[in-house]
C-alpha cells in the first residue's frame, strides 16, 4: 500500500551527504507518533534491505554498513520521519524506501509504503 511521500534523493560525490523526509499527509500526530518507522533501500539486482528503523518509543536500529553514517529522526511537529546521510559511498546507490507501521514496536515496518527516492552517489 503506497501512502508515504519521500522526498530528498538525488545525485551526489562519494563523501557528500543527502538527507531523506518521509511523511504520511493523511495521519494525525498522535497516529504518527504511534507507528514504527524505517528505511529500505534496493540496489539494482539486490533485495530490499532494511537500512534504519525507529519504533514509536525511540529504540533505534542501523544496517552495519551505515552505522556512523546515517542517522534516522523523527520529528512530531512536521510527522516527518528523516535519514540523514553523511560520508556517502558508492555502494550506498539505490532506490530508497520509506516504510511505516501500526505495531510501534516493530523493526521492520512493513504495512505502508512510500513510493520510493533515486540516491546517486557517484566515485
Known amino acids: 500500500q503506497v501512502q508515504l511521500v519521500e522526498s530528498g534523493g538525488g545525485l551526489v560525490q562519494a563523501g557528500g551527504s543527502l538527507r531523506l523526509s518521509c511523511k504520511d499527509p493523511?495521519?494525525?500526530?498522535?497516529?504518527?507518533?504511534?507507528?514504527?518507522w524505517a528505511w529500505y533501500r534496493q540496489a539494482p539486482g539486490k533485495e530490499r534491505e532494511v537500512v534504519a528503523a525507529?519504533?514509536?518509543?525511540?529504540?533505534?536500529t542501523y544496517a552495519d554498513s551505515v552505522k556512523g553514517r546515517f542517522t534516522i529522526s523523527k520529528d512530531n511537529a512536521r510527522k516527518t520521519v528523516y535519514l540523514q546521510m553523511n560520508s556517502l559511498k558508492p555502494e550506498d546507490t539505490a532506490v530508497y524506501y520509506c516504510?511505516?507501521?501500526?505495531?510501534?514496536?516493530?523493526?521492520?515496518?512493513?504495512?505502508?509504503w512510500g513510493q520510493g527516492t533515486q540516491v546517486t552517489v557517484s566515485s
Open positions: 516504510a511505516a507501521d501500526r505495531d510501534g514496536t516493530s523493526v521492520l515496518p512493513t504495512g505502508f
Open positions: 493523511r495521519i494525525i500526530l498522535s497516529t504518527f507518533w504511534a507507528r514504527a
Open positions: 525507529i519504533t514509536s518509543g525511540g529504540d533505534i
